[in-house]
């Protein structure tokens, strides 16, 4: 290959600048040009393209969101679509692509290579981490520690007025940000989409006249589920009209804001390792770390194959809230 192309899509995650930058210098570290695709799939097909060089890279790693930009690309579903793409990208020489995003992005890649046999590695950027073929996506880390920084301050006003608060973070139909951040943010109850049981223990522990009396309680709920934090609100309050309730919802600020370091290095590495999977002939498959070691996975078992939650993670919640 002389020249591969690189570009982000789907939501933002902090590392993502990160991993742009190893993939460049990777390439140019052999010999190979990069060329930067401006929004996603929708620049794709508008023909977007910026030439990246080790100079353009620099000063990104500890930036957050990704200096690519990203977009969601209804035209990139059509046939019409995708052929634009193409032509483009055969326009410009490019021979080869690194796909940072999430399982949208994982599936926009597959039909493209199926259609025109352009090769690519996919790498999972997304903080929901709900990506199977990695124990962790990048941005992740970086979310958790926001929302568990949140957490810890609300906790503090809980504390102050005897109140329950109950916490929004984000996750859509994946539990992974509201069970870890729970975990550490010391939630007495944690609400998630995988879990049929979780508002049945929630309720039952407040009906609980045994229960350990607290002057307040914190409550994680993953935004996917049921309505998120307006749905349990609304629920506890019609039957606990006596609770001082409140609800807050981190939203966005979880996908922003520097990197942490695990996030870059993991970012980084899995850059590196991609780059260098495609200049070894790799095709139609996303690059995830297990066990810390880096791996690659087709994109077909990534989209198909539903990641599962630790649930040895979750059986520690009724214990630390009894």
């Known amino acids: 290959m002389k020249k591969i192309a690189v570009f982000t899509s789907g939501g933002d995650s902090p590392g993502m600048n990160a991993c742009i ?9 052999n010999n190979i040009k990069v060329v930067g695709i401006m929004n996603g799939y929708k620049g794709m097909i508008d023909g977007e393209f910026v030439n990246l060089t080790t100079e353009s890279v620099a000063n990104i790693i500890q930036r957050g969101g990704t200096i690519l930009k990203t977009s969601r690309c209804e ?8 052929k634009t793409a193409y032509e483009n990208l055969k326009k410009n020489q490019i021979e080869g692509l690194i796909c940072i995003g999430g399982d949208g992005t994982y599936t926009g890649a597959e039909i493209f290579y199926n259609e025109f046999e352009i090769p690519s590695i996919g790498i999972p950027g997304t903080i929901d981490n709900d990506l199977y073929g990695t124990d962790h996506t990048i941005g992740y880390d970086t979310a958790l520690n926001t929302a568990m ?22 996750g859509r139909s994946a539990g992974f940000i509201a069970l870890a951040v ?30 350990r009396k607290k002057s307040f309680s914190i409550i994680v709920v993953a935004e996917g589920e049921k309505g998120g934090s307006t749905y ?8 606990f009209p006596q609770l001082d309730i409140r609800t ?20 980084t590495r899995l850059g590196v390792s991609s780059v260098e999977r495609l200049l070894e002939g790799g095709k139609n498959e996303c690059a995830g770390m297990i066990n810390n070691k880096v791996c690659f996975t087709s994109y077909h ?16 919640i009724n214990i630390l809230s009894s």
């Open 182 to 211: 729970g975990i550490a943010g010391g939630a007495e109850s944690i609400i998630i989409p995988e879990d049929t049981e979780d508002e049945i223990r929630l309720f039952e522990n407040f009906r609980n006249t045994n229960r």
């Open 149 to 170: 920084d949140a957490i810890d301050k609300i906790r503090d006003t809980a504390d102050s007025h005897n109140r329950i608060f109950i916490v929004e973070v984000m």
């Open 75 to 82: 035209e990139f579903k059509t046939v019409d679509g995708r």
């Open 248 to 267: 807050t919802v981190l939203g966005h600020i979880q996908r922003g804001g520097n990197p942490s370091a695990r996030d870059r290095i993991l970012a």
């Open 301 to 316: 078992d990534a989209i198909k194959t539903k990641k599962q939650l630790p649930t040895y993670i979750y059986s520690l």
């Open 21 to 29: 930058r190893a993939v460049v210098r990777t390439a140019n570290f």
């Open 232 to 239: 349990i609100y609304n629920k506890l309050k019609k039957e």
